[in-house]
């Protein structure tokens, strides 16, 4: 395992409980690598040049821009090098190996999160068919949801997570901020409301089911917001873009 981050703690973890043996953590400081590999009772390195040359799969989990320097460091021969992220093409592992791939949860971790890998989607490449085969393969033992896609196809399903995952959440973000400065409540007065928007995804598409102010037209409520969020700008400004997005939707 290249890298100590959370996707790191809990693929470690996943695998460990499959019965799979941690051969080496590496990193770059020794604190949080020590840390890790003493969890799962492994060696470890904050050297990439001497990381083992006999383990079977070698997990680079890195920030997406560490990638391809951290690759460039490896010679492996037998194993196979393996990326975790949804944005980076496979071709930055391509002097790595003569074997590399990917393997990407689509999924947000958290340190301290009980993490069911069975229901998260995995995302799998290889850069031969014999390579593909086997992260398919090793991926299945994880997940029950395990598609092969190519970089093209996968950078874009990441850009849509983005949009519906981390954007939603700057979202509440704002809305909290708004409640808190305004006095009128606490986020937790909002959970009912968006874990039923989300549970409406089961049965329905998102398009069908919006609702709200937007989605009526309803011109009077609309400036009412306006006017409230006066003193905040940016809230101000993406509250127009979006209902401005929904309005032009529902003609």
Known sequence: MIGTGNLSFHLCTALVKKGFRLKQVAGRTKQNTSALAAKFKAPFTTDLKKIVEDADYYFVCVSDDAIKKTASHLKIKNGIVIHCSGSVSISELKNSSENYGVFYPLYTFSKNDTIDFKQIPLFVEGNNSATKREIFSFAKKLSTKVLEINSAKREKLHLAAVMSANFSNFLFTLSAEFLEKEKAGTMDLLLPLIQK????????????????????????????????????????????LLTSGIIKRYK
């Open 197 to 240: 928007t989300t549970e409406k995804l089961k049965t329905s598409t998102s398009l069908a089911a919006q609702t709200g102010p937007a989605r009526r037209k309803d011109k009077k409520v609309i400036d009412r917001h306006k006017e409230l969020l006066k003193k905040y700008p940016e809230h101000k400004k993406i509250y127009k």
